[in-house]
């Protein structure tokens, strides 16, 4: 599959999953009714316990001082955990933190994962190995990459590409699982592995600094140049040569192999016998690398002006919201 469908592909994905979720977004929720609370008159208070004796009006100021303290232990309480989450958000950046730390909850158009991209912070703790695989893992395995992989299936199975896998339900389900298996093992051959062995830092530091020009320079310059979990600038290697192991490792074990189709044509009644070239080369190994670090590419692009893009979706929902009229509650109680 060429690399501009798969651009095309990922571009009407993502956009249906961004308007999905700015659909829930803007669906106001309607609090429910609560009967009992209608019921209950407001002049009746709750029946006192007769038996139960009023405190004495003596220990009232005493009372009243304790409660006093304790709202000032709260509140030292409250100052504390604050200034702790503000060390926090100081030392792992300005993202909302992922399950692991040193990482986010993004979302590509609020849809794809987004995990190893943090906005606006470059001193952060390196990641250990556990955490590098336990990211890749989760962003590779996430439900929404499901369609995305379906998708790619669908349309291998209508060019016919890859002819070995052959057609029907079969057909697909092989194309699907080969189309998993490529994109599970680039990300973890770049994003994990590699930068385990050679302690590189797979996240991408977006950057907000000058203009369109200069930051699209940035993000692609990003394929080439990356950090160490020192901190120091270094040619990306987990990048260039994990997605070459991870091209060489998918294309020759599970694709398919040169095989001879036959073709009966019923008007002569003859049969023809075709030889179908193998997968397993290596021009086709380089053709899938350049598609791979391709794709890593634009995405970077796209990881880069994803925040500004995300902004502008979310003033203008914020807009809309707040053009809706306050809808009334039922559950209110009226007045006499």
């Known amino acids: 599959m060429s690399l501009s469908t798969r651009i095309v592909l990922l571009l009407a994905t993502t956009a249906c999953f961004s308007f999905f979720a700015l659909a829930q977004q803007a669906t106001p929720e309607t609090p429910a009714a609560n009967p009992s609370a209608q019921n209950v008159p407001a002049s009746d208070p709750p029946a006192q316990d007769a038996q139960t004796p009023n405190p004495p009006p003596a220990r009232q100021p005493a009372s009243s001082q304790n409660a006093g303290q304790s709202s000032d232990k709260d509140k030292d309480k409250n100052k504390d955990n604050k200034d702790n989450k503000d060390k926090d958000k100081t030392t792992q950046g300005t993202n909302a933190q992922g399950k692991n730390a040193g990482t986010s909850n993004d979302r590509l158009f609020l849809a794809l994962p987004n995990f190893l991209t943090l906005e606006g912070s470059d001193k952060v703790a390196p990641l250990t190995a556990g955490q590098k695989f336990k990211v890749v893992a989760r962003g590779s395995f996430d439900k929404v990459q499901i369609p995305w992989y379906l998708s790619l299936a669908a349309i291998s199975q209508a060019e016919n590409s890859e002819p070995g896998y052959g057609q029907g339900w079969e057909g697909y389900g092989k194309r699907f699982a080969s189309a998993f298996a490529d994109g ?54 987990s990048e260039i040569f994990g997605s070459a192991v991870a091209a060489a490792i998918s294309t020759n074990t599970y694709h398919p192999q040169a095989f001879i189709s036959k073709h009966y044509d019923a008007a002569t009644n003859t049969v023809t016998y075709v030889h179908n070239a193998s997968d397993r080369t290596l021009p086709n190994t380089a053709s899938v690398w350049g598609s791979q670090v391709g794709y890593d590419t634009i995405t970077y692009f796209v990881k880069e002006f994803w925040p500004d893009i995300r902004r502008k979706m979310m003033k203008k929902h914020d807009k809309a919201m707040a053009a809706q009229p306050a809808s009334a509650n039922p559950s209110s109680p009226t007045g006499p």
């Not at 590699?194 to 320079?217: I, K, N, T, W, Y």
């Open 184 to 237: 599970a093992i680039e990300n973890f051959m770049t994003s994990a592995v590699f930068p385990s062995l050679l302690h590189q830092d797979p996240r991408f530091f977006q950057s907000s600094e000058g203009g369109f020009v200069r930051r699209s320079g940035y993000a692609i310059s990003r394929i080439f140049v990356t950090h160490t979990d020192s901190g120091h600038s270094q040619f990306n290697y």
